[in-house]
């Protein structure tokens, strides 16, 4: 069966050719309007895009039954953005390195923070990680996890029941001056 082009084509089950000079309807708007309805209803339904936000209220953990709590660090930055604990509860802490870096996660006041950033500081010159050597005055120590690249430090830590401000920061030189911190919000139960 010839299909009216070249010699020897046979022409395919249901399809007829059509001349290029034929309309073709655009559908370009149509697919327009279709994305923006779908976007609509994904914002307008409380979808989730993508970002990250606050961590639910939790159940505060007990010592016998911790609440577990995980927290991701890359390249100056970690995730959640902020984390929640209630005073007094016991929590099993993750902490993952997701990047390429060495990265802490050091949670406490603004006093510990400045304490171990001047620590870490003092070893800048060294290679890059943090050092046996560096520490700090056991009252400022607050909680100090270390991980290398694509490894996980667990730790069991219990909120203090005065506990106030506090942060999660990396002192690596140059992570916290990087911005490397989110804030610990003490919460009610």
Partial sequence: MSSGGLPGETARL???????SAAVPD??????RALLLALFVASS???D????????????GTPAKPREVNLIAREYAFSPATVDVVRGETVLLHLVNAGLDVHEAVIGDTATQDAW?????????????????????????GLRLV???GERADAIWT?????????????????????M?????VIAP
């Fill in 147 to 149: 991980v290398r690249s």
């Fill in 45 to 47: 339904s409380g979808c």
């Fill in 159 to 179: 909120v203090p029941p005065g506990a106030g401000r506090m942060v999660v920061g990396c002192h690596i030189p140059g992570h916290w001056a990087n911005g």
């Fill in 14 to 20: 249901g399809r007829v050719p059509r001349p290029l």
């Fill in 27 to 32: 559908r370009r708007p149509r697919l327009a």
């Fill in 181 to 185: 911190r989110v804030p610990v919000m």
């Fill in 49 to 60: 895009l993508g970002s990250d936000g606050p961590t639910p209220r939790p159940t505060p």
């Fill in 117 to 141: 950033e001047a620590a870490e500081a003092a070893v800048a010159g060294a290679p890059p990680g943090p050092t046996p050597l560096v520490s700090v005055r056991p009252d400022l120590a």
